[in-house]
């Protein structure tokens, strides 16, 4: 029958099968065109002679528009990313993976695709409306509830950082516990064991990749957000001391000030530099997060 | 933030427009609308959007597509010639200007005076401050200034909270640079720290839900829920309502003028637009939205 094939046939296959090819590669130079681009305009900053990239990453004086003394510490939009994004994770692991375990293990039938159905629509709603819900809901509602002077800070943004995390953190962390076969499941519950003692004990060791994968995603997404976090954290260049400052990002930064400053310019160049920063940091946590995966498998 | 809020409009009714158009090729061929790119200041995004409404009553064929995000904006959209007409709320720097000239060819981008803001200082309805010298200003905004609560000033916050929340803009608002002149110095730098907002209307709503903050903004963005406060030039001497009068007798200290720039490749329908707009009808629309128009067009009885 083999040899009844067209050369059509053949011939179709062959290009559907560089198709293919050519789209898992793209991938790759799109991520190396990225970076190419980020740093061919960033890179050039750093040979700069008025340039000190020990001032940029520690000094929290942020005045790149400055008429008499430019200056360009990113360290105060570095303590704003992090504190927000760390208070994000707070709220966001617990109730994500709980979720996740939940979604997974005790619910059934209509619950259960209603609750994902409704978890992903959580996931759809634009980061613009949930910089307005911080900006017009959230913040009365800390103001009157903490007794603080401004509602826009790191707890609003971090809240709403949160609530967009978790569906990413839900949909990974289940489909990592549904992949621990059913055989680990049965073998517990005939040894005995509760559900707590099967969730805890079995099915969590067991599916800890894929739960670090959900939760580095749940970061990324927070790292990475730029519109909630320009509207509901203040916008203001100050390192935190409490969960009540207002606080800015690096991507707000980016975002707020990339349209006016003129192509080529310093100010244009530190921005870039600030993407690279961003770039660093995601890197960071991909390569912690490998080596922890693989330290685990190791064991 | 407005900027892409405005952008997203932008699409949205290019969209709209692009549909319009459809229909005028099936029915009549001739109403071929000519859109005016108007790109900048988000001080004057209010009046420059009104006076695109009115003007549509004035000249159908024209459509003029109106978008904020800071004088920056604008003024970056006039020497990239991707506008028409360049809104600023502050004059174009020597260097722009010459990066502009050196885009067109060597011909300058022509400047049109059209109108006034005074800038006003908001704070919160339940401050007690009735008024405030640029003096004190400076100590509260500049790197370095002294005032950091409002006891300093010698105010008795009703609320308890005594720390002086700043609501500032962006830095590429051209309102951030005129109070940078005008207020901070020219050799000076705000004090970190401020809430810097991405638009007006966000300075003014950050003041109108903070019991202990002061901004400012354009006096076209007063609302209700916020103060207005006098300004006075040096402390110990009067305090001056921002008003058409002040502004124009140059007595309120915080006033600038607004331009509007075209870019020497334009379409002649923009110069048309804004000769329309220096003249009365388009003044009049300047006062009904609360800036201050032109010496000649103030009304007689203003106060």
Request: glycine share 8%; proline share 4%; charged share 20%.
């Amino acid at each position: 029958m083999t040899s009844s094939r067209s050369a059509l046939s053949i011939y179709g296959e062959k290009a559907i099968e560089w198709l293919i090819r050519i789209c898992g590669v793209s991938a790759i130079i799109f991520v190396f065109a990225i970076f190419f681009f980020v740093f061919r305009e960033g890179a050039p900053f750093l040979a700069d002679e008025k340039f000190s990239l020990w001032k940029f990453l520690t000094s929290t004086e942020w005045y790149p528009t400055s008429m008499s003394n430019i200056r360009y510490g990113t360290f105060a939009l570095i303590a704003g990313t992090l504190s927000v994004t760390g208070v994000a994770m707070l709220i966001a692991v617990p109730f994500g993976l709980g979720a996740a375990i939940f979604v997974s293990e005790f619910c059934t039938g209509k619950l259960r695709e209603f609750l994902k159905v409704i978890i992903e629509l959580l996931a759809a709603i634009p980061s613009i409306v949930w910089g307005f819900i911080g900006l017009t809901v959230m913040n009365p509602v800390i103001q009157t509830v903490f007794h603080v002077q401004v509602g826009l800070n790191v707890l609003n943004a971090a809240i709403l950082l949160a609530l967009m995390s978790i569906p990413v953190m839900v949909s990974i962390g289940e489909d990592a516990l549904k992949a621990v076969p059913d055989s680990y499941r049965e073998a517990a519950i005939a040894l005995g064991a509760t559900r707590w003692q099967l969730i805890w004990r079995a099915l969590l060791p067991a599916a800890k990749n894929g739960l670090l994968a959900a939760v580095l995603l749940g970061v990324g997404r927070a790292v990475g957000e730029t519109m909630a976090v320009l509207m509901a954290t203040g916008h203001a260049v100050n390192v935190p001391h409490s969960i009540f400052d207002s606080v800015r990002t690096l991507t707000a930064t980016i975002a707020a000030e990339l349209g006016e400053a003129s192509e080529g310019s310093p100010h244009y160049r530190v921005l870039f530099l600030i993407g690279i920063l961003l770039f660093t940091i995601t890197f960071i946590v991909n390569l912690v997060a490998d080596f922890v995966v693989k330290g685990i498998k190791n064991k | 933030m407005k900027h892409i809020l405005t952008t997203a409009l932008l699409a949205a009714s290019l969209v709209l427009s692009g549909c319009g158009k459809k229909n005028a090729d099936g029915s009549s061929k001739k109403e071929d609308t000519i859109a005016l790119q108007n790109i900048g200041s988000d001080t004057m995004v209010n009046l420059a959007q009104a006076w695109a409404e009115a003007y549509h009553n004035v000249e159908p064929k024209v459509s003029v597509e109106v978008s904020g995000g800071g004088s920056g904006i604008g003024v970056a959209a006039l020497i990239n010639g991707t506008c028409d007409i360049a809104n600023s709320s502050r004059k174009l720097e020597k260097e722009e200007e010459e990066k502009a000239t050196a885009k067109y060819g060597g011909k300058h981008p022509v400047e049109h005076h059209i109108g006034y803001d005074a800038l006003a200082i908001y704070v919160h309805p339940s401050n007690p401050i009735t008024e405030i010298s640029i003096e004190q200003l400076a100590e509260i905004y500049k790197e370095g200034g002294k005032f950091n609560k409002w006891s300093d000033l010698g105010i008795t916050m009703p609320s308890g909270q005594d720390e002086i929340v700043r609501a500032s803009r962006q830095n590429n608002s051209g309102t951030y640079h005129y109070f940078r002149e005008a207020v901070v110095g020219k050799k000076n730098d705000f004090k970190q720290g401020s809430r810097d907002m991405n638009g007006s209307k966000e300075v003014v709503d950050l003041v109108a839900t903070t019991p202990s903050a002061i901004g400012f903004s354009g006096i076209g963005y007063r609302t209700d829920k916020v103060k207005v406060i006098k300004v006075a030039k040096k402390t110990g001497e009067p305090g001056i309502e921002p008003s058409i009068k002040t502004t124009l007798d140059k007595t309120y200290p915080i006033a600038r003028p607004m331009f509007m720039y075209v870019p020497p490749t334009a379409k002649p329908e923009a110069e048309k637009y804004i000769a329309w707009i220096v003249s009365e009808p388009g003044q009049k629309i300047v006062i009904k939205e609360g800036y201050v128009p032109l010496d000649a067009f103030a009304p007689k009885d203003a106060k």
